[in-house]
């Protein structure tokens, strides 16, 4: 299941992107320029809410969340190996087990 989960998620993160792009120069033919700030909001919240299952049994979770979320906002993630990859090197660097 987590491997459903985090591919659902980088397909978030791929809407997120393009919305997040709307408002620029070459933004993708399908948006508008007011989604980036609409619509970007609310599917921030949803890929956080799906990575608190990664996270749960962590008296820290909120954190952690919020760790993994830089990741992947600073590697500009889109794919499901690059949102698993996050999740492990947050657990690793916070000495999860």
């Known amino acids: 299941m987590t491997a459903y ?24 033919n399908w948006t508008q320029p007011n989604m980036s700030d ?3 909001n609310p599917l921030s919240k949803a890929i956080r809410a799906l990575l608190q299952a990664d996270f749960y049994i962590y008296d820290n979770a909120n954190e ?9 906002h600073d590697g500009f993630a889109h794919f499901d190996y690059q949102v698993t990859g996050a999740v492990e090197f947050v657990l690793s660097d916070n000495n999860c087990s």
């Open 5 to 28: 989960r985090h591919a659902k998620i980088a397909e978030l993160l791929c809407i997120f992107w393009a919305c997040n792009d709307a408002d620029a120069e070459n933004a993708p």
């Open 64 to 72: 952690l969340v919020e760790q993994t979320m830089a990741m992947l």
């Open 38 to 40: 609409t619509v970007c």
